[in-house]
């Protein structure tokens, strides 16, 4: 790894790196930063192409440490605190971060995660806040989701929050980006059931068969799922409240709902 220090918030290349926090900038350069010792491991292991990683001085032994997986050429550059203070998008920053290529999204193939030869994906419809996408991908690989689809999508991808809430597993989750039909007629043809969490059904989360290939679609935070899929054939289910709030958070219900559908494949 070829290192360089840079002291100057002017230099050009620590002013494109400040810009990669929007997402023009992203779109433009088709790249993205990533934040963290663990995600970066991560995301190299995935196959992400890496420009370069930027580290305060005391984090230079744990940036040598991934030389392996970096390789000779990327150029590592050290900055000083306070200009780090300036790019790093985390409250507790670990001084690290890195600059990747964006991949084209690939199609989900069914995955290589199965519990009893079934499979189940993740469908986030219309979703708001990039916290919660993260938190859909960790949920996604905690239950050993084949992928997650998004539809309808609002958010940047590569929205550095999103990756932050994943605790990295947004580089080992394979996941795409589809319109409503496209994502229909793709479960469909795979024989997938469609599962749709609605406040309004009759059918508990736990009464419902979930046995067998399972696509769980879960609705914008406020408004749940959009109509594209609300009208389509599926089997509707809610999580019971005791409150007075009719849902939970997104990715609370991810988890109780998946976790529900490994229980069934467990034990079928």
């Known amino acids: ?14 002013k494109l790196l400040g810009h990669l926090h929007q997402k023009k900038w992203r779109d433009k350069t088709t790249l993205f930063i990533v934040e963290g010792k663990k995600e970066i491991k991560q995301a190299l292991k995935n196959d992400y192409i890496i420009e370069s990683i930027w580290f305060v001085e005391s984090k230079q032994q744990d940036v040598l440490d ?24 985390r409250e507790k920053t670990e001084g690290i971060i890195a600059v990747f290529q ?3 999204l690939q199609v989900i193939k069914g995955g290589t995660n199965r519990i009893n030869n079934t499979s189940l994906i993740i469908v986030a419809d219309n979703i708001e ?3 919660n996408i993260g938190a859909l991908f960790r949920t996604a690989d ?3 989701a084949a992928g997650l689809i998004l539809t309808n999508q609002i958010v940047d ?3 550095p929050n999103i990756i932050r809430n994943s605790v990295g597993t947004f580089f080992s989750v394979p996941f795409f980006i ?3 039909k496209d994502a229909w007629d793709w479960l469909t043809e795979q024989s997938y059931k469609i599962v749709i969490a609605s406040p309004q059904s ?32 599926s089997l509707k289910i809610k999580i019971p409240m005791n409150g007075v709030n009719d849902s939970l958070n997104v990715s609370v219900s991810s988890g109780i709902i998946s976790y529900e559908w490994f229980k069934q494949n467990q034990s079928s």
Do not use: C
């Open 1 to 14: 790894m070829r290192i360089e220090k840079i002291t100057s918030n002017q230099n050009d290349k620590f």
């Open 66 to 89: 991934l030389e392996p997986l970096i390789g000779e050429k990327i150029y590592g550059f050290q900055i000083t605190e306070d200009m780090f203070s300036k790019i790093g998008y």
């Open 102 to 104: 964006q991949k084209k």
């Open 129 to 131: 806040k990039p916290g």
């Open 142 to 144: 905690g239950v050993g």
């Open 157 to 159: 991808i590569y929205n």
């Open 178 to 180: 589809m319109e409503t």
């Open 202 to 233: 009759q059918t508990m989360y736990y009464e419902a068969d979930m046995r067998g290939n399972i696509a769980i679609i879960l609705g914008n935070e406020h408004s749940g799922v959009s109509k594209s899929w609300e009208k389509r054939e």
